[in-house]
């Protein structure tokens, strides 16, 4: 497995942007797809965005238009560029990494950011 290793959370009033970075411990080049996802407190994990080797993204509806995913193959970052951020947005977020081999499926999780908007 990946070490995934994420930062950029913070408390910030609505509105306003934050940038998370996940770091990872080796190429990220060959994974299947990498992802976002957040936890609110009594709420379960959600997958917020993801991007596969190619490009391709995938946003949940309520952050469309208003987060962005990218990556650096070679640094081994994947970002999510977050703006006119809402109190609804407050989670912890992760880092996840999904790589198939062969039949079976090897996921990779950081260990979260807080992320808390509030006025």
């Known amino acids: 497995q990946v070490q995934l290793v994420e930062s950029g959370g913070g408390l910030v009033q609505p509105g306003e942007s934050l940038r998370l970075s996940c770091a990872a411990s080796?190429?990220?080049?060959?994974?299947?797809?990498l992802a976002w996802y957040r936890q609110a407190p009594g709420k379960e994990r959600e997958l917020v965005a993801r991007?596969?080797?190619?490009?391709?993204?995938h946003y949940r509806e309520s952050v469309k238009g208003r987060f962005t995913i990218s990556k650096d193959n070679s640094k081994n970052m994947v970002y999510l560029q977050m703006s006119s951020l809402k109190p609804g947005d407050t989670a912890v977020y992760y880092c996840?990494?999904?790589?198939?081999?062969?039949?079976?499926?090897?996921?990779?999780w950081g260990q979260g950011t807080q992320v808390t908007v509030s006025s």
């Open positions: 996840n990494a999904d790589r198939i081999l062969g039949t079976s499926l090897e996921t990779s």
């Open positions: 080796r190429s990220i080049f060959s994974f299947n797809a």
């Open positions: 991007i596969t080797p190619d490009g391709t993204t």
